[in-house]
C-alpha cells in the first residue's frame, strides 16, 4: 500500500499523465477524452496514457492502482452517470467522487474529476447539448490538470520555505 507522497516535486516530475474513462455513454464521454487530448498536447509535455472501465463506479479502483504505481504526474477521470428515473445515481456519483479524493489524498497523486451527473439528461435535446458540453469540459479538465501540475511544486517550496 502506497503512503501519502508530500513531495510534489517528486510527483510533478513523472512525464506521464493517466486518463481513465467510464463506457457507459461512450459517444458523449469520448468527446471529452478528445477535447482533453487535444488540448493538453498544446499546454503540456507529458505523455498521456488512455483506460477504460465499464462505468463510473469502477473509475476510483483503477484511479488507485494507477497512483500506486508511481508513474503519473497525475490521474484525469471521465464519466458520465445518468438519472435513469430511479435514485440510483446519486449514490454513484457520490460514491466515484468520494472514492477519487480518497484515493488523490492517501497517495498526494492530483485527481482531476470530470465525471459528471447532469441533472436532466433524457429530455429531449439533452443527449445532444452534453456531447457539446463535454467537448467544453475536456478543454477545462486539460487546463486544471496542467495548472495544478504546474504549480504544485513552485507552492510547496515556498510553504516550506
Same mark, same amino acid.
Given at each position: 500500500?502506497?503512503?501519502f507522497? *508530500?513531495?510534489f516535486s517528486d510527483?510533478?516530475?513523472?512525464d506521464?499523465?493517466?486518463?481513465?474513462?467510464s463506457?457507459?455513454?461512450?459517444d458523449?464521454?469520448d468527446e471529452l477524452?478528445?477535447?482533453?487530448?487535444?488540448?493538453?498536447?498544446?499546454?503540456d509535455?507529458?505523455?498521456v496514457?488512455f483506460?477504460e472501465v465499464?462505468?463510473?463506479?469502477?473509475?476510483?479502483?483503477?484511479?488507485?492502482?494507477?497512483a500506486? *504505481?508511481?508513474n503519473?504526474?497525475?490521474i484525469?477521470?471521465a464519466?458520465?452517470?445518468v438519472?435513469?428515473?430511479i435514485?440510483?445515481?446519486?449514490?454513484?456519483?457520490?460514491?466515484?467522487?468520494?472514492?477519487l479524493?480518497r484515493?488523490?489524498?492517501?497517495t498526494?497523486?492530483?485527481?482531476f474529476s470530470?465525471?459528471l451527473?447532469p441533472?436532466?439528461?433524457l *429530455?429531449?435535446?439533452q443527449p445532444?447539448?452534453f456531447k457539446q458540453?463535454?467537448?467544453?469540459?475536456g478543454?477545462?479538465?486539460?487546463q486544471a490538470?496542467?495548472?495544478?501540475?504546474?504549480?504544485l511544486?513552485p507552492q510547496?517550496?515556498?510553504? *516550506?520555505?
Amino acid at each position: 500500500m502506497t503512503t501519502f507522497n *508530500s513531495d510534489f516535486s517528486d510527483t510533478t516530475k513523472r512525464d506521464r499523465v493517466a486518463f481513465i474513462q467510464s463506457c457507459w455513454h461512450r459517444d458523449i464521454v469520448d468527446e471529452l477524452r478528445d477535447a482533453f487530448r487535444q488540448e493538453f498536447a498544446q499546454i503540456d509535455t507529458r505523455q498521456v496514457d488512455f483506460f477504460e472501465v465499464p462505468g463510473a463506479f469502477e473509475i476510483p479502483l483503477r484511479a488507485k492502482l494507477l497512483a500506486e *504505481s508511481n508513474n503519473y504526474a497525475g490521474i484525469v477521470t471521465a464519466g458520465l452517470v445518468v438519472d435513469g428515473g430511479i435514485y440510483r445515481h446519486e449514490f454513484v456519483a457520490s460514491a466515484v467522487i468520494d472514492g477519487l479524493m480518497r484515493v488523490q489524498l492517501d497517495t498526494g497523486v492530483p485527481i482531476f474529476s470530470a465525471v459528471l451527473t447532469p441533472h436532466d439528461f433524457l *429530455s429531449e435535446g439533452q443527449p445532444e447539448f452534453f456531447k457539446q458540453h463535454f467537448k467544453t469540459k475536456g478543454a477545462e479538465a486539460a487546463q486544471a490538470c496542467a495548472a495544478t501540475l504546474g504549480g504544485l511544486a513552485p507552492q510547496q517550496a515556498a510553504i *516550506s520555505g
